[in-house]
Antibody, heavy 117, light 110 residues
C-alpha cells in the first residue's frame, strides 16, 4: 500500500536550519511529484513546495521562497526539505503528499517543527 | 487571509445536507481543477474530491463536488457524526505559480 513517512522535525532556534525527509513506499516514487504542506498551530493548511523531478521543476510558496529548497533521491525513495533561516512563523506540522490528478492523494502523518528561542 | 475563501464553520443535524463554498478567482478556480480534503486534527488529511467533482476510490457518494465560474462547492448529504472535521478546498494558482488552499471550514454535527 502507498505510504509516506516524514521525519526530521524538532525544536530549533530562529535563524537556524533543519532538514526534513519524506520516504515513500508502495509506489514508483520517481514518477510522482511530491508536495510539502504545513499547518501552523490553530491555522489551516498551507502549501509549501512541490518537487516534480529534481531538475528545475520545483515551485515554492512566496512565504518560503529563497529560504527553503526541496530535493529528492529517487534511489532512496526520499524527498527532502532543507529549511534555512527559520522563523517563529515556520512553526508547524509539515506533511508530505503525493501529487495525483492535480490533487494530493496520499499524505504522511506529519512531523512537527518548532522554531523558538 | 487565504487566497481561496471558505466560511469558517457549517453545521447540520444527522441526515441533513451541508454545503461548503470555496470562492476564488480567474487565476485559480476559474482555470484550474479544484480538490477537497477532510482533515481531523492529529491525522493525515484525506482527499475527498479531485478535478472538481471526481471521488477517489473509497470515498462515499455522499460527498459531491461542483464548480461554477470562479467558485466551487462541496456538499455532504446524509450527514453523519463521523463527518465532523475540517474541510479544505485547493487549486493551482497561475499568478502565484503554486497551490492555494482555502482557510478551512469546520463542520459540526449537531
Amino acid at each position: 500500500q502507498v505510504q509516506l513517512v516524514e521525519s526530521g522535525g524538532g525544536v530549533v532556534q530562529p535563524g537556524r536550519s533543519l532538514r526534513l525527509s519524506c520516504v515513500g513506499s508502495g509506489f514508483t516514487f520517481s514518477t510522482y511529484g511530491i508536495h510539502w504542506v504545513r499547518q501552523a498551530p490553530g491555522k489551516g493548511l498551507e502549501w509549501v513546495a512541490v518537487n516534480w523531478d529534481d531538475t528545475n521543476n520545483k515551485y515554492y510558496a512566496d512565504s518560503v521562497k529563497g529560504r527553503f529548497t526541496t530535493s529528492r533521491d529517487n534511489s532512496k525513495n526520499t524527498l527532502y526539505l532543507q529549511m534555512n533561516s527559520l522563523r517563529v512563523e515556520d512553526t508547524a506540522i509539515y506533511y508530505c503528499a503525493r501529487d495525483w490528478n492535480a490533487a494530493f492523494d496520499y499524505w504522511g502523518q506529519g512531523t512537527l517543527v518548532t522554531v523558538s528561542s | 487571509q487565504s487566497v481561496l475563501t471558505q466560511p469558517p464553520s457549517a453545521s447540520g443535524t444527522p441526515g441533513q445536507r451541508v454545503t461548503i463554498s470555496c470562492s476564488g478567482s480567474s487565476s485559480n478556480i476559474g482555470t484550474n481543477t479544484v480538490s477537497w480534503f477532510q482533515h481531523l486534527p492529529g491525522t493525515a488529511p484525506k482527499l475527498l474530491i479531485y478535478s472538481h467533482n471526481q471521488r477517489p476510490s473509497g470515498v462515499p457518494d455522499r460527498f459531491f463536488g461542483s464548480k461554477s465560474g470562479t467558485s466551487a462547492s462541496l456538499a455532504i448529504s446524509g450527514l453523519q457524526s463521523e463527518d465532523e472535521a475540517d474541510y479544505y478546498c485547493a487549486a493551482w494558482d497561475d499568478s502565484l505559480t503554486g497551490w492555494v488552499f482555502g482557510g478551512g471550514t469546520k463542520v459540526t454535527v449537531l
